[in-house]
């Protein structure tokens, strides 16, 4: 697989339910939003949101080349199966055409060397210009 190192830092966002945030995606590389009965959640660029109940800062995000066709089987298994045995706890976000990992800003040379070893490529996106935003690993609530 070709794993693709998005630019910038990224939050996880829990609002309450039925709140979901104005949210400009054309600004946003990758953007989720979640709603279930008990929560709705949002991951995006660190420091665009406010008003969360509680915030996780300090995530990296790495983006499978794709698309995938719907009939792959194993495709996170085999990712997430690598940075489990490197001790690298993830955060997955599956769309139509591809899957999401994100994992700790302070983890992810040792999520690259892992999946590397395993034999799949990472890449570094192009960077964009930095917004001010919150610290790589903070938590707020």
Do not use: N
């Amino acid at each position: 697989m070709r794993f693709i190192l998005l630019p910038g830092g990224y939050s996880v966002f829990r609002f309450g339910p039925g709140q979901v945030p104005a949210l400009d995606l054309r600004s946003q590389a990758f953007c989720c939003v979640t709603s279930t009965k008990e929560e709705v959640s949002v991951i995006c660029a660190s420091g665009t949101l406010e008003g969360a109940l509680k915030a996780e800062d300090g995530w990296r995000t790495l983006k499978i080349a794709g698309p995938l066709d719907f009939s792959l089987v194993g495709v996170l298994a085999e990712a997430s199966g690598i940075l489990a045995a490197a001790k690298v706890s993830i955060f997955a976000v599956s769309t139509f055409d591809t899957d999401y990992l994100l994992v700790k800003a302070g983890r992810l040379d040792d999520a690259r060397a892992a999946l590397e070893r395993g034999g799949h490529s990472v890449e570094i996106a192009p960077e964009q210009p930095e917004k001010p935003g919150i610290r790589d690993g903070e938590i707020r609530e």
